[in-house]
Structures are given as structure tokens and as C-alpha cells.
């Protein structure tokens, strides 16, 4: 069946950049009313401030969403400021590529506090919030990365294999409570967070994601919002990003043969100048 979101309460981490950004203005096109929340605060006031110059309704906190009691008194506080919450899309995250061997503890460490605890602390405080409203809805921003290995992304890809599980069994638990769950996997989107991230990839991560498609974070934050509307439980975009999860959905060792030959291809050329 499908959900309105007119007039709808809707919390977005990472709200102030990239995909949240495209999100909460997909939304609020729809006639949601929004809470961003991301950590820096002048993002923020200027994404306020453009979703009401097009006549929507925003209210913002900055906090760091691994901050569990900053966190959670920014939730409370923009529920209060909406009155109450429908939705709550956990956007958050951040990715540092590289050899595992050489990917330090503090950069592993944040993207498991990011990625992981970030949407566990959100979703802890943004639930109760939900269930006094009567239900609601829960989207989780994941990657196709948490469903195959991606040479590169070890630490990152672990962090949204933990999501995905996450969003399987919250479904589980709250279907009575009228909360539905819809898992986001975006494809690689152009946003100020993945013109940072190719800058650390090794050649082999170049090799095996070469080809693929850049999606405008516009196009990606429609289908995401379409899939919410359409209660679909998992959205994603792109005939690559399919491929990759057909793949090693029914056929792993396809998978598995294209990364040890894409792996190869890179370190010839590496060898070769």
C-alpha cells in the first residue's frame, strides 16, 4: 500500500550534505516536514534555509550522531519542535578506503562509530518517538558494499554488512508496531563525501569499480523516497549495482573470478610502469 508523506514528520541524519540533502529536499518537495541533523552547523543553516525559501518546513540540530546523549537530546528536541516523528532516515556515514593492513585503528575506528553506532544511537532514540505516533517508518542508508566483498572497502563494507542485518531484524520486530524498514543502497553518488573517498582508493579498488556509472545524488534521493512511498523494503539504483548484488546473491564465484581478474589487470599495470 501506498504511504503519504504529505504532512508527515521525518528526521534525517546526515541531512545537510549529499544524498540526506537530496532526501530531505525530495521529501519536502512531497510536503514532509523535516529534522536535519548532521555536524556542521553552517551546512545545516544553509540547508534550512533553502528547503524554506521553496516554501517547506525545517528545523535543525548539529550533533554527531556517535555522541549517544548529544544525540539523543538533539532527537528529543526536534521531535518536540515538529511535534512528534513519522519517519527517520539514518544517513549518516563515512568511508576510508585502503589495504586493511593499512587502514589505521582511529580511521577504522570511526567508521565503525559512524556507520554502525551512529545508526544504532539514532534509531535507539528516534523509535520511542515513532511508537507514540502509533508507527512510522525506518530507513537505513546501507551500500551494496555490505553485500560483497569489495576489495578496498573492508572495514566500511563490514560496518554496512552489520546494517543490513540491523534493518532485517528491526522488519522483524516492529512489523506489529506498524513501523515498516527499507534498506537504501546507493550506487556511487557524486557528493562532497566520495569526491574525498576515490582520492584514497588503491589501484586495485580502481580496477574493480571501473565502469560504473556516478550517480547524481538527485536521482538517487527520488528512487529512495519512491521505494519509502512504495513501502518496498529495499532500494537501490543502476544496472551495475544490480549486477553486483545478483551476483553474489546466486552466483558468488562469478563474483569472485571478475575481482581476481580485475585484481590482476591493476597490479600488471602497476608492475608495468
Not at 504511504?3 to 514532509?32: C, D, F, H, Q, Y
Not at 556507520?115 to 551500500?143: C, D, Q, W
Not at 556509472?213 to 529495499?234: D, G, S, T, W
Request: net charge positive.
Amino acid at each position: 500500500m501506498r504511504r503519504t508523506l504529505t504532512g508527515k514528520n521525518i528526521l534525517v541524519t546526515g541531512g545537510s550534505k549529499g544524498i540526506g540533502l537530496a532526501m530531505a529536499r525530495e521529501l519536502s518537495r512531497r510536503g514532509a516536514k523535516l529534522a536535519l541533523l548532521a555536524r556542521d552547523p553552517e551546512a545545516l543553516e544553509a540547508a534550512r534555509a533553502e528547503l524554506e525559501a521553496a516554501g517547506g518546513t525545517a528545523v535543525v540540530r548539529a550533533c554527531d550522531v556517535t555522541d549517544v546523549e548529544a544525540l539523543g537530546r538533539a532527537v528529543s528536541e526536534l521531535a518536540l519542535a515538529l511535534g512528534g516523528l513519522d519517519g527517520v532516515i539514518a544517513n549518516s556515514g563515512y568511508c576510508h578506503p585502503g589495504y586493511f593492513h593499512a587502514i589505521s585503528p582511529g580511521d577504522a575506528g570511526r567508521q565503525i562509530d559512524t556507520n554502525f553506532k551512529g545508526v544504532v544511537y539514532t534509531l535507539h532514540h528516534a523509535i520511542p518517538e515513532l511508537l507514540k505516533r502509533g508507527g512510522g517508518f525506518i530507513a537505513i542508508t546501507s551500500s551494496p558494499a555490505g553485500n560483497a566483498g569489495i576489495f578496498g572497502f573492508s572495514v566500511y563494507g563490514a560496518t554496512k554488512a552489520a546494517l543490513n542485518n540491523l534493518a532485517e531484524t528491526l522488519r522483524y520486530e516492529y512489523a506489529d508496531k506498524n513501523i515498516s524498514v527499507h534498506l537504501l543502497l546507493p550506487p556511487d553518488t557524486q557528493t562532497p563525501g566520495y569526491d574525498q573517498e576515490v582520492l584514497l582508493y588503491p589501484p586495485e579498488t580502481r580496477s574493480v569499480l571501473q565502469g560504473g556509472k556516478l550517480f547524481p545524488p538527485e536521482q538517487v534521493a527520488h528512487r529512495f523516497v519512491e521505494a519509502i512511498e512504495r513501502n518496498r523494503r529495499q532500494a537501490t539504483i543502476g544496472f551495475e549495482t544490480h549486477a553486483l548484488l545478483w551476483m553474489t546473491r546466486l552466483a558468488p564465484r562469478l563474483w569472485d573470478h571478475y575481482t581476481a581478474w580485475k585484481i590482476r589487470s591493476a597490479r600488471r599495470k602497476e608492475t608495468a610502469q
